[in-house]
């Protein structure tokens, strides 16, 4: 149905849901998320990447928690804070990415979706698919979930 | 229950799902009552759709803010990409399971109502039930997964008939013990390298029939196959009665291919030849024929075993054949293991791992724990054996009320032993293992993860991967250890820090004494110095942003500060937090460009990090600082005596240097034994400090050089490498070196030297 044409390209909506680093605005597609959750207790893996926050104990599965203000090289997360999960299955399992709070769930055209500006560094835009102008004019970044979490 | 008789199969990964249900109740009682109503129907609806909805996925709770359901629980993508695989069950055990279920049902049923009415004592009662059932359960799933070895063993006779005719020899299989049952998924994991020992068995173990006769044996080869349980391992044998290993030629081509040197090879016991095989690159057939050396070596087939946690070893007869032992867990889903807690945290140690655990408190430690060549070891059975903190290794910070006490668990991995030192032994708990995703794995230590009956994710240690990362190699006997303990020889140990604006540095952590919490509020300036009160004294604290290019610490509360004791002086660096210890592998002099109180800058973990050069920083801070230690008898012996260093290493040679003159040395630093050997001709010096390994001319030619001359016969010559072999030692020796030490340990270097050169002088006085 979406071979090709512009037109059929033009309808396509990509369904996000988005969750904040800081006052940015980041999302994944909605396919990928699987839940949000808060207040986790982390088992942490001494000797890992530092990306990688711990692990956390959900309804028996073990998912791997990954430190996403480490890997879009932002400061640590504030103190005292509750943080929030937002749970998404990679090719490989089931993981956790670590982020300040969730958003809501919105929908874009495929056509809004912008290549990453050329001021990101290559290390930050090669983990996302584009940048995106919201109605209200703040730019939300799509997430590619398998390259932001290949480190 | 029909579907599954007509089939007689079910597909596989439900089994998996099945027993991943399974978890969640074992995770511990208090998260059955939750874990249950997800897991089962209420009503009692026919047997194959309680399997099914058993089976299923556990509806996801929480959902999405205005997001699609059904997409949101999509089943996963990489499922069913999996080609179907099936698996043969009786149907009396699927039976067994529903009741099992149906029971579980029960015993639910029966919780509820006495949460409900709140009966502590029935509710205790109803808990040992399901304790019971969810055990039983469990024995039985584990079951289905469990398979006879014959569906491997039966396809080797074909196999070796084949090769029989190819060589023209003649060859008979004979097999025992086929019905021993290994759980699936190691039974597929064995399948390639038993097929590959059975190759080389027919193709190079069995011999000719000429040579066979030679021999005085019947012109039939004979290989053996046999499997056993041996408690909660499996045991699978394969014997030939061919010609044996040929260990001289084993020995030969290891030497010709560099992976040891003739002297070892000269030294080396039967089974540390024997040994051999498993290194890689290393094929002993004559001709590699087209039946086995097919770019698959006995490496590959050992890292094979070893990955699901097996282990092999070869034994061989000269003349009478060769026989390899595998052993491999009976299941790898859920294994006994030991809880132990460190730095804070709690790991699970696989109990077929552990040998033994042992306690010392007070001043037993101190007698217990002896110190070689920087490792650590114990006496354990008559044995030496290192010893390797966990918690240090793991980075944790230690736990300073397990100070006067110590934990031992001395494990195993093969024939190596090693001791864990650790905080506090838990308990033994059968611990479902799950599986690590990549980025975990490939740290290296750990096997997998496993909840606690907290609820709490723990981790699994990989014993041999503990042992790989602390170079704990293979080794048979006291006197192996003896002459050549374990070192951190190429790597470097560094404390890897926080500093101001996210930003990171590394030290030596040799250089470390310890590491201190401080107030800010306690500092004081005076005239220009930041000044903490430490101990009976004061502190002086250095900002690393006055000398070095690192960003200040922001105003704050508190810091860390990493002590550092030179003599008898000491200095506080400040920073942020310390980060982890960490084993640099990388090589030093080609990090970078290095500026004003830095080495060098490493990249770890994808980050740069800078190496503060400590020396450096403090003389920028205090010029007289190194030269106004106050002498302790060493320092004054030191004190103007020259010492000549050849170093290629441009990073070692100024951290040796450095070292040489914060002990009150004058240094005359050289790049090769060329240079080295011409300064020391027309200088005039009290010892020299050699690397082995540089260019133009190494450490062994130099020594050799120096003894010829007349003034060079007596000097004090000590060798510092970071090649830590017998080899190298004796070879070191041979050519005049008087010690032998391994770079970076600062306080070892510098007390040989001095004693090298108290020795000498003392000598040359008596002579006098």
Known sequence: MMAGTAKSAARRVIRCVTFYLGDDVFAVEVERAQEVLTDQALTRVPLANRGIRGLLNLRGQVVTVFDLRHIFAYDDYPEGGDLTHVVVNTGEATVSLLVDREGEYVEVEATALQPTPPTLSADLSRRLQGVCELDDGRLMLLLDVDAALDF | ?768
Request: aromatic share 4%; charged share 25%; with cysteine.
């Open chain 2, 1 to 768: 229950m029909t579907s599954l008789e007509t089939r007689g199969s079910e597909g596989d990964h439900q089994f998996d799902r099945l027993v991943s249900q399974l978890d969640g109740v074992l995770a511990g009682d208090s998260r059955v009552a939750t874990a249950v109503p997800q897991q089962t129907p209420n009503t009692q609806p026919g047997a194959e759709e309680r399997l099914d909805e058993l089976a299923d996925e556990a509806p996801t709770e929480q959902v999405l803010p205005r997001g699609d359901v059904a997409d949101i629980t999509a089943a996963p993508k990489w499922a069913g990409h999996k080609a179907e695989q099936t698996i043969r069950v009786p149907v009396s055990l699927i039976e067994g399971l529903m009741n099992q279920v149906g029971e579980l049902v029960l015993a639910r049923n029966q919780l509820l109502q006495h949460v409900h009415e709140g009966n502590a004592e029935a509710i205790d009662r109803t808990a040992q039930g399901l304790d019971h059932i969810t055990s039983r359960l469990q024995e039985n799933v584990l079951k289905t997964r469990l398979q006879p070895v014959s569906s491997v063993f039966n396809k080797f006779p074909r196999i070796v008939r084949d090769l029989a005719r190819m060589s023209g020899k003649s060859i008979v299989l004979e097999i025992s013990g086929e019905t021993t049952e290994v759980d699936k998924t190691l039974l597929e994991a064995i399948t390639d390298p038993l097929t590959h020992i059975i190759r080389n068995a027919a193709d190079h173990g069995i011999d000719a029939p000429a040579a066979r006769k030679a021999a005085g044996k019947g012109p039939v080869g004979v290989i053996g196959l046999s499997a056993s349980h041996e408690g909660e391992r499996v045991i699978i044998a394969v014997r030939d009665d061919g010609a044996g290993l040929n260990l001289s030629k084993i020995k030969a081509k290891a030497v010709e291919k560099g992976l040891v040197s003739a002297a070892d090879a000269e030294r080396m016991t039967k089974r540390e030849a024997m040994n051999l095989i498993f290194h890689a690159g290393l094929s002993t057939a004559d001709q590699v024929t087209n039946i086995s050396g097919r770019g698959v070596g006995m490496d590959a087939v050992k890292s094979a075993i070893e990955r699901v946690n097996g282990t092999i070893e070869v034994d061989t007869t000269p003349g009478r054949g060769t026989t390899f032992r595998l052993e491999i867990p009976l299941t790898l889903a859920i294994i006994p293991a030991l809880h132990v807690r460190v730095g804070g945290e709690q790991i699970a140690i696989p109990q077929v791992n552990t040998v033994e655990v042992v306690h010392y408190e007070g001043e037993a430690i101190g007698q217990c724990v002896r110190k070689l060549h920087g490792v650590q070891i114990i006496q354990f059975r008559g044995e030496w054996i290192p010893i390797v903190n966990l918690t240090t290794f793991l980075g944790l910070t230690p736990d300073a009320a397990f100070a006067d006490e110590m934990s031992i668990v001395v494990v195993r991995s093969g024939v190596q032993q090693l001791g864990l030192i650790v905080d506090r032994v838990i308990d033994t708990e059968e611990i479902v293992v799950k599986p690590l995703i990549s980025h975990l794995r490939r740290v290296g230590c750990y096997a997998g993860t496993t909840l606690g009956s907290d609820g709490r994710v723990a981790l699994i240690l990989d014993v041999a991967g503990t042992m790989r990362m602390n170079r704990i190699e293979k080794r048979q006997s006291t006197q192996d250890l003896q002459a050549e303990a374990p070192t951190v020889a190429e790597k470097q140990a560094l404390l890897l820090c926080h500093v101001g604006g996210g930003q990171r540095v590394a030290v030596p952590l040799i250089l470390v004494s310890r590491v201190e919490e401080i107030a800010m509020a306690d500092v004081q300036t005076v005239g220009g110095r930041l000044l903490v009160p430490y101990w009976d004294g004061l502190l002086r604290l250095l900002r690393l942003s006055d000398h070095a290019p690192v960003a200040p610490l922001d105003g704050r509360d508190t810091a860390q500060v990493l002590v550092m004791e030179f003599g008898a002086r000491r200095v506080g660096l400040l920073i942020d937090s310390v980060i982890d210890a960490v084993q640099y592998a990388g090589d030093l002099d080609d990090c970078g460009q290095s500026g004003s109180g830095v080495l060098a800058t490493l990249l770890i973990d994808r980050l740069a990090v800078l190496l503060l050069d400590v020396y450096a920083i403090v003389e920028a801070a205090d010029p007289t600082f190194f030269k106004a230690m106050s002498g302790t008898g060493e320092q004054r012996r030191s004190e103007g005596r020259h010492v000549l260093l050849a170093e290629d290493s441009a990073f070692f040679r100024r951290l040796v240097t450095d070292y040489l003159k914060s002990a009150g040395y004058q240094v005359h630093a050289t790049e090769d034994g060329e240079e080295a050997l011409r300064a020391f001709q027309q200088g005039q010096f009290d010892a020299i400090v050699t690397d082995l390994e540089m260019p133009k001319m190494d450490g062994f030619t130099f020594t050799q050089e120096v003894r010829k001359l007349p003034h060079g016969k007596d000097i004090p010559i000590l060798a510092v490498s970071s090649l830590s072999s017998d080899d190298a030692k004796a070879r070191a020796k041979r050519a005049g070196v008087d010690a032998y030490r391994v770079k970076l340990d600062r306080e070892t270097l510098l007390s040989t030297l001095a004693g090298l050169i108290e020795k000498s002088s003392a000598h040359h006085e008596g002579a006098a």
